[in-house]
């Protein structure tokens, strides 16, 4: 297992790079008119933009690292134990896994690939 320390590092890390991506990713939604932006067509197309897929897939990635790591942050304080704190990092670790695989389904689903 990772240190506390390890760990509150890749916490700090992944919430300064997903501002930095959903920065990207506003700027990028800000240039559109918004009535067109709400069409479905354009929404798909922007999947089928490959830089764009990818701007979607960090911040899948970077703001569940970071939701997960933030709410076993908090479990780990309701109770101490190496026991309650294993299975909490277990079950966010699962649970962190099962949202970024089924995001990455549905971008790979969207962009066609």
């Known amino acids: 297992m990772l240190?506390?320390?390890?760990?509150m590092k890749i916490h700090y890390i992944t919430g300064i790079a997903a501002i930095f991506v959903v920065a990207v990713h506003i700027l990028t939604r800000v240039v559109v008119p918004y009535?067109?932006?709400?069409?479905?067509?354009?929404i798909?197309?922007?999947?089928?933009n490959i830089y764009y897929?990818?701007?979607?897939?960090a911040i899948l990635i970077l703001i569940s690292i970071?939701?997960?790591?933030?709410?076993?942050?908090i479990l780990v304080e309701l109770?101490?134990?190496r026991l309650w704190e294993s299975s909490m990092t277990?079950?966010?670790?699962?649970?962190?896994i099962g949202i970024i695989g089924f995001g990455t389904r549905t971008i790979i689903l969207?962009?066609?690939?």
């Open 3 to 7: 240190k506390e320390s390890q760990i």
């Open 35 to 42: 009535a067109h932006s709400l069409q479905f067509e354009y």
């Open 44 to 48: 798909i197309s922007n999947y089928h």
């Open 53 to 57: 897929t990818i701007l979607l897939e």
């Open 66 to 73: 970071h939701g997960f790591n933030g709410l076993r942050i």
């Open 79 to 81: 109770r101490q134990s």
């Open 90 to 96: 277990i079950i966010t670790i699962v649970a962190m």
């Open 110 to 113: 969207a962009s066609g690939m």
